[in-house]
């Protein structure tokens, strides 16, 4: 069974970081992509990045403007969302997501398991 944790959650001032994890469990990270997404109040949930469990390559949504990095680790079955120069519109529930799949996609309807969100805050 697919199993997702994140975690991370925080309040940060404008400008700061905060960095995500998302632990997983269940699946061979070799076969799978594994993508965060976020939803703020209100929205539509966006895909935010997507990193092949393979190889490592990653994409990420136009709004991240190079701020946000994502990594894995996979000793630890672990990806990362590493966010920079954090603004208000940033403020949302972020998601990771998993799918057996070799193509990096931020479509939420390409993602089949889902962890729970962990609510960021950017606010002065």
């Known amino acids: 069974e697919v199993q997702l944790q994140a975690s991370g959650e925080g309040l940060v001032q404008p400008g700061g970081s905060l960095r995500l994890s998302c632990a997983a469990s269940?699946?061979?990270?070799?076969?799978?992509?594994i993508a965060w997404f976020r939803q703020a109040p209100g929205k539509e949930r966006e895909g935010v990045s997507c990193?092949?469990?393979?190889?490592?390559?990653?994409y990420y949504g136009d709004f991240v403007r190079g701020r946000f990095t994502t990594s894995s680790d996979k000793a630890k079955k672990t990806v990362y969302l590493q966010m920079n120069s954090l603004a208000p519109e940033d403020t949302a529930v972020y998601f990771c997501a998993v799918e057996q799949s070799n193509w990096l996609s931020l479509m939420p309807a390409d993602f089949g398991s889902w962890g729970q969100g962990t609510l960021v805050t950017v606010s002065s």
């Open positions: 269940g699946f061979s990270f070799d076969d799978y992509v």
């Open positions: 990193i092949s469990g393979s190889d490592g390559s990653s």
